[in-house]
């Protein structure tokens, strides 16, 4: 073996033995501007929202720009998702932003495993049925693959909202790893330290497809997320980082929202590139998806089975309560508690009463649903006027104007279930016009099914 190749091949072997640091940052806006404007049996139908759209511009200065474009290529150690409101939003509003995302991702050498797929849109998958997870799941790889021209192995899952049968769903689909916080797992065989050597495991699913997760430190991600002064000084956070491994065998991946660096905190996109720059420097590896899931694929490192907390999130700790409104998280008010049990049951019986009907009518729809929903994405998630041509579309592929009802009816419900609908605690909050007005857009499509209200219908 030539002596190069000794000295890589040693190198890469000492790598896997060094602790591993990286960021995982969730890049997501939620579809701002939804717009449906048809004629249907005659009459016009209408339904949609507006909830601040100029934000976007905002973020994209502040956190998108200098991140994802003013770059050569991702810095080794970032893990990020690009979700699919979020890109539609940059090709339409910020298409130079987007191109130079697109030409600094292609000069990513790992890029199939630093950028993550999503499922399209960003509802608590748990909550539906397997068949419609399956269906999101497939068309969001599908929506990524459109618009980065290579498929994603790791996915991020909504709020890291999660249960076997969704990681069974994602194996399905040809994913091979998904982020989740280290509070998510349990059932830890022979209560192994998953620490920063080890914060990469392994979960049989629902089916007993093997699927990795990778690991965010909780304590260290809360640090981040909720204390600015974390990020003044790079060099001395990274200092802290090495003290922690070395003293604590602290687990040394965080894991927030990439907003969190220069959106919710002025100016934290210098910081979020500097300790990616200087993670050499304490003795840490750049985290790389690609080179250790191949690692462990050739036994050189040896797997640590867990179990995931099923109904678990990274955002609220009571078995998804958040959006059920069973829980106190943000501590909102009875009203507002009120009101998410109405809008989640209220989308969840449409979701049953639109699968049942599609289901007798159009069996296998979902495939061509979800096509569609792919192909009009884009117009869909920025307020264009998609309907004409959606249901023009419907009719030439042999359908009729109650496939085409049913159709923007399930549009509208998964839009509706968009997690930021109903995360917050407080009533004023503008994304709750999104649950609202997708819920009375089924009511306006089905009035005879939903005219007197839903879950009193239950």
């Known amino acids: 073996?030539?002596?190069?190749?000794?000295?890589?091949?040693?190198?890469?072997?000492?790598?896997?033995?060094?602790?591993?640091?990286?960021?995982?940052?969730?890049?997501?806006?939620?579809?701002?501007?939804?717009?449906?404007?048809?004629?249907?049996?005659?009459?016009?139908?209408?339904?949609?929202?507006?909830?601040?759209?100029?934000?976007?511009?905002?973020?994209?200065?502040?956190?998108?720009?200098?991140?994802?474009?003013?770059?050569?290529?991702?810095?080794?150690?970032?893990?990020?998702?690009?979700?699919?409101?979020?890109?539609?939003?940059?090709?339409?509003?910020?298409?130079?932003?987007?191109?130079?995302?697109?030409?600094?991702?292609?000069?990513?050498?790992?890029?199939?495993?630093?950028?993550?797929?999503?499922?399209?849109?960003?509802?608590?998958?748990?909550?539906?049925?397997?068949?419609?997870?399956?269906?999101?799941?497939?068309?969001?790889?599908?929506?990524?693959?459109?618009?980065?021209?290579?498929?994603?192995?790791?996915?991020?899952?909504?709020?890291?909202?999660?249960?076997?049968?969704?990681?069974?769903?994602?194996?399905?689909?040809?994913?091979?790893?998904?982020?989740?916080?280290?509070?998510?797992?349990?059932?830890?065989?022979?209560?192994?330290?998953?620490?920063?050597?080890?914060?990469?495991c392994f979960v049989q699913t629902a089916a007993n497809e093997e699927i990795a997760v990778l690991l965010g430190n909780s304590g260290l991600s809360g640090l981040i997320s909720y204390s600015p002064w974390t990020t003044f000084n790079a060099d001395e956070f990274m200092r802290g980082r090495q003290q922690n491994e070395q003293q604590n065998g602290w687990n040394a991946l965080m894991m927030m929202d990439l907003e969190r660096f220069g959106h919710y905190q002025i100016g934290a996109d210098k910081f979020l590139k500097r300790i990616l720059a200087i993670q050499d420097n304490y003795?840490?590896?750049?985290?790389?998806?690609?080179?250790?899931?191949?690692?462990?694929?050739?036994?050189?490192?040896?797997?640590?089975?867990?179990?995931?907390?099923?109904?678990?999130?990274?955002?609220?700790?009571?078995?998804?309560?958040?959006?059920?409104?069973?829980?106190?998280?943000?501590?909102?008010?009875?009203?507002?508690?009120?009101?998410?049990?109405?809008?989640?049951?209220?989308?969840?019986?449409m979701n049953t009463f639109v699968n049942a009907e599609l289901d007798a009518g159009a069996p296998g729809w979902r495939a061509e649903f979800g096509r569609m929903f792919v192909e009009f994405s884009d117009e869909i998630f920025t307020g264009g006027d998609f309907a004409p041509m959606f249901a023009a579309a419907i009719m030439d592929r042999g359908g009729d104007e109650e496939k085409v009802r049913h159709f923007l009816a399930k549009t509208e419900i998964l839009i509706g279930l968009t997690s930021c609908g109903w995360f917050f605690g407080r009533e004023e909050r503008f994304e709750q016009n999104i649950p609202k007005n997708m819920i009375q857009g089924v009511r306006d499509l089905f009035p005879a099914v939903f005219g007197d209200g839903v879950t009193s219908r239950e």
């Not at 290529?73 to 890109?87: D, E, F, K, N």
């Not at 269906?135 to 618009?147: H, P, S, T, V, Y």
């Not at 089975?305 to 009875?334: F, I, K, M, Q």
């Open 1 to 200: 073996m030539p002596t190069e190749a000794i000295r890589d091949a040693r190198t890469e072997t000492e790598s896997l033995d060094r602790p591993l640091f990286g960021v995982l940052a969730h890049g997501y806006q939620p579809p701002r501007v939804v717009n449906i404007d048809l004629v249907l049996g005659g009459e016009p139908y209408h339904a949609g929202f507006s909830v601040v759209p100029e934000v976007n511009g905002g973020i994209t200065d502040q956190v998108y720009r200098p991140i994802l474009s003013e770059v050569e290529h991702l810095p080794p150690g970032l893990i990020t998702s690009i979700y699919a409101p979020l890109r539609s939003y940059l090709k339409r509003s910020k298409p130079e932003v987007f191109a130079r995302i697109q030409e600094a991702v292609r000069n990513t050498s790992d890029r199939e495993y630093s950028v993550l797929g999503d499922p399209l849109v960003h509802v608590i998958l748990p909550f539906l049925p397997s068949e419609d997870q399956g269906m999101l799941i497939e068309a969001g790889r599908q929506a990524f693959i459109n618009d980065f021209g290579f498929a994603p192995k790791g996915l991020w899952l909504p709020e890291t909202a999660v249960t076997k049968e969704v990681l069974h769903n994602a194996a399905r689909s040809g994913y091979e790893f998904v982020p989740l916080r280290d509070s998510q797992i349990e059932n830890i065989p022979g209560g192994a330290n998953l620490d920063a050597r080890h914060n990469i």
């Open 283 to 349: 003795g840490f590896t750049p985290l790389n998806m690609r080179r250790m899931l191949g690692a462990f694929a050739r036994g050189e490192k040896e797997k640590t089975y867990v179990d995931v907390r099923d109904r678990s999130s990274w955002s609220c700790e009571h078995a998804l309560g958040r959006w059920t409104g069973e829980c106190n998280c943000e501590d909102p008010t009875e009203a507002n508690l009120r009101e998410k049990r109405q809008m989640y049951g209220d989308l969840m019986a």
